[in-house]
């Protein structure tokens, strides 16, 4: 495929994985965190780390949305789907993810009328197919999503569809990279920086990452190639003593987004004063709600949602995992009480999920990694 | 198993346009309907990194 295959080939991907070795500096050990969840997914998938030298360490972020969700907003949500009359319509992942009682999938088997959508232009079909009951999208993810969620709310308005709502759980990707840069536990490096949302938001938000805190970041396409060219950038800068954001994404990324996207999001969105992170606690201004202007739209007005707060399961780490703190194998009931198939946390359940990404592509341990020339 | 992200199914995917449904509605690969609305006029052939079904950007060639 055009724009896929070319960044997949491997012979590019051994002469970049000698640059990269040739570039770190002996002795000094790189810490380099990818934000993103889709990188996580590829790095794994197509063994980038087996390509890197044992002293370049990437570790992962809190960039996939399903990972960061609360269980106290899935035990929400189910709560809305048990309301009379709803369809309760969400994105495949978040069916597995635990709440404090269960998971959206137990409440469909208990009888809720739960479906799984691709997008929420699918949700809004379903509305338009069934006048006599509430449609409910059950949305989650960061800047990349919420403009899908606002152009299908803008339909349902100009439609004039009065049994359509979102229960919104958007958050934004500055404010928990702050979080994190803030975490006194954390030693990073640099930052991979995540290529999709910066399809909307540009590569500018994130300037102040190395104007406060001295690191870089370089904005990333998905492709192996992409990751690998990133690292090698990141380490290029640490070795010339540069601190600055740089755009290897260029071929999708525009430097200041895109503006019509970040209309439409001023437009139906507002910021939350704070909202719940999963490990990462309550982080101000990090959560979307409905504007004014779409408050007809918003399911926490139009139906009784309880506001639950559960405490993360004690045997489960996932907060110390999305903030790069340890590795998934390091989690004590990674892969054996939490599992794909059994998820505990909820890093276990996304296939972007830096635990579901070890488990599924066999890393158990770091033990396990091919070094370069092994 | 999916390599794709199953929370919305796609992780930015490169789609090529094949036909135009809507003002603002594009049909791309697999017959996969796309908005269109964040990146203005698309015309069969244009490649879109689509996402949770929105083009979010043109894919310069």
């Not at chain 1, 507002?270 to 709600?289: N, V």
């Not at chain 2, 509605?25 to 069969?44: F, I, N």
């Amino acid at each position: 495929m055009r724009f896929v295959d070319e960044y997949r080939d491997a012979e590019l991907g051994r002469a970049l994985a000698a640059e990269i070795l040739a570039t770190a500096e002996p002795g000094r050990h790189y810490k380099v965190m990818e934000v993103c969840g889709g990188h996580t997914h590829t790095i794994y998938k197509y063994g980038v780390d087996d390509l890197l030298p044992e002293n370049v360490e990437l570790v992962h972020g809190p960039g996939c949305p399903v990972c960061v969700i609360p269980m106290g907003r899935v035990d929400d949500g189910i709560a809305v789907a048990h309301e009379e009359g709803v369809i309760f319509t969400c994105f495949g992942d978040m069916m597995r993810v635990p709440g404090g009682h269960g998971t959206l999938l137990e409440a469909k088997a208990e009888g809720a009328d739960i479906r799984m959508v691709y997008s929420p232009l699918d949700a809004l079909r379903i509305a338009r197919e069934s006048p006599d009951r509430e449609v409910v999208f059950f949305a989650v993810g960061f800047e990349t999503t919420a403009p899908s969620t606002a152009l299908t709310l803008m339909r349902a308005k100009a439609e004039g569809l009065r049994n359509f709502s979102v229960f919104c759980n958007h958050v934004t990707i500055v404010p928990p990279l702050r979080a994190l840069l803030e975490s006194p536990d954390l030693r990073l490096d640099g930052f991979i920086g995540p290529g999709h949302v910066s399809t909307v938001v540009g590569a500018r938000p994130f300037e102040f990452i190395p104007a406060d805190y001295g690191k870089p970041i370089v904005v990333s396409g998905f492709e192996p190639l992409d990751l690998l060219q990133s690292v090698h950038m990141i380490l290029l800068q640490l070795r010339d003593g540069r601190c600055e954001v740089e755009n290897q994404y260029k071929r999708v990324v525009p430097y200041d987004g895109n503006a019509q996207a970040l209309r439409v999001l001023a437009e139906v969105f507002d910021l939350r004063p704070h909202f719940e992170w999963r490990g990462l606690g309550f982080i101000s201004h990090s959560g979307l709600k409905l504007s004014h202007a779409y408050s007809d739209f918003d399911a926490e007005l139009r139906f009784r949602v309880p506001g639950i707060r559960v405490a993360d399961p004690k045997a489960c780490q996932c907060g110390e995992v999305l903030k790069g703190v340890i590795k998934p194998w390091e989690c004590k009931v990674f892969g054996t009480a939490c599992t794909p198939e059994r998820p505990i946390g909820t890093c276990m359940v996304s296939s972007e999920g830096a635990c579901a990404a070890y488990y599924n592509f066999g890393r158990f341990s770091r033990g396990e990694k091919r070094l370069v020339g092994a | 198993m999916s390599f794709h992200c199953a929370t919305c199914s796609d992780e930015g995917v490169p789609m090529t346009v094949t036909s135009i449904s809507d003002e603002a509605l594009a049909v791309c690969d697999r017959d996969t309907e796309v908005m269109t609305d964040l990146v203005g006029a698309v015309e069969p052939g244009d490649v879109l990194l689509v996402h949770a079904g929105v083009a979010l950007a043109k894919v310069e060639q």
